[in-house]
């Protein structure tokens, strides 16, 4: 089987592989081997067109996808031998070489065809997803100087939370009423952490407004000896707050499994029961003799 998931100009998208994974629902189902064929790009290590070979196979299933291109027109002349259907397809120029070559074609659309639902629309979402983790980082903050560790703790949290089953929600603090992809407000920051399971951040306010909308949060510490982060967790009684100096992935790891289970209960409280506003409160006192 393969798709635009298979060539290493493509790409592979999310629609792409639910319908991958209709397609070989089916071909189980009908007790028949098969293989897919990856772009290396995308899973490197696993089959591919380049190390496929074709004398081995008399059935070539392309899924998903506009049928156009040279790409195509070359499954053709590698897999002559075998029969060739192409399923879940739109067909743009069905005089194309790339639709001719195929000995049938289940569209989902095309010129004069009536539309059908995608493969991707026959598949259901999974009862237990994996968590949404918000990702709160900065490499900035000069002011640290040779004290600062920003861009190794981004770059140790990023490798790590990549190879995880989870879904990522990289999200920034700073506010922008010009650039679109930026939160304006921070009531519009506030309703991406709420729907977030866990933030993992190096920089305060992620730690802050994360326990304030009652999501579990991984605190790092990018600056050697610890700084505003960890004072801040200290001040907020919040545990889960991993030094520069001892991130590595089994320090991760712990924290990980602490948030997304009592974690999640102890942040559940603290946005239930928030600390008292020393702050404020030292301020309210200062100003008192100038307010009456």
Known sequence: MVGWFSFEDGEATAGDVLALRRVEGLVRDAALPCDVAWSPAFRPGDLSLETVRPERYD??????????????????????????L????????????????????????????????????DTRPPREPPPVVATVLTAGQREYAGKRRHEETVRRVTAWLGA?????????????????????????????????????????????????????????????????VSAQARALGWPAVVPAERLDGEALQHWWDWALGEGRARAAAHAAQPPPGALAQALARSLGPRLG
């Open 59 to 84: 059935l070539l299933v392309f899924v998903c996808g506009p049928l156009h291109g040279p790409q195509i027109t070359a499954l053709h002349e590698r897999f002559a031998h075998c029969r060739r």
């Open 86 to 121: 192409a399923v879940g397809v739109s067909v743009i120029d069905p005089a194309s070489p790339a639709v001719r070559g195929f000995d049938e074609v289940i569209a989902r659309d095309g010129p004069s065809l009536t539309p059908r639902p995608d493969l991707s629309a």
């Open 164 to 228: 995880h089953d989870c879904a990522r929600l990289p999200l920034e603090t700073r506010l922008d009423t010009r650039d679109w992809r930026l939160c304006a407000t921070p009531e519009q920051l506030d309703a991406l952490l709420v729907r977030a399971d866990l933030v993992v951040t190096n920089r305060l306010h992620g730690l802050v407004l994360a326990l304030r909308s009652g999501v579990p949060v991984i605190a790092v510490d990018p600056v050697a000896g610890g700084a505003k």
